[in-house]
């Protein structure tokens, strides 16, 4: 019988770890599609005639899943014990960055349907609101 290294649940901490890159991922990717596809409903609804230009939120949330995706496919070719040493260093910093990745789907997909429902509800005033923020931009800098 083998002495117990402590590295025998390391390739359990780097899947755990390639779960959260994908998991959470698709949640922010799920959220962020969720939300903006309403904000496009009520687009429809309102200016048929600009349904197609708002569709750019619910592709980029939809577009996170894919990158966490690839990361945990990263993640999981590089757990192979039995073709070299995979430490249990290698599951924390497989878990790490599969947490970093995973998380960071999460809020940039929260973020996304956030700012892509309230954008597209007001597609209308945009044009008003850039040139208002242009004007307080000079404005600014003129008096500074």
Same mark, same amino acid.
């Given at each position: 019988m083998a002495a117990?290294?402590?590295d025998e649940t390391a390739p359990f901490f780097g899947f755990l770890g390639a779960a959260a890159a994908l998991v959470f991922s698709c949640m922010g990717a799920a959220y962020g599609t969720a939300k903006s596809g309403v904000g496009v409903a009520s687009m429809g609804v309102m200016r048929p005639e600009l349904v197609m230009k708002s569709i750019v939120p619910v592709v980029m949330a939809g577009v996170l899943g894919i990158y966490g995706l690839i990361i945990a496919v990263i993640i999981s070719t590089g757990i192979n014990p039995k073709a070299k040493s995979y430490? &249990? %260093?290698?599951?924390y910093a497989h878990l790490s960055s599969g947490l970093a990745c995973g998380l960071a789907g999460l809020s940039a997909g929260m973020a996304i349907g956030i700012v892509g429902d309230a954008g597209v509800r007001y597609k209308s005033l945009f044009? &008003? %609101?850039?040139?208002?923020v242009c004007f307080k931009v000079l404005l600014n800098c003129n008096i500074a």
């Open positions: 117990f290294s402590g430490y &249990l %260093f290698d599951g044009t &008003l %609101f850039l040139i208002s």
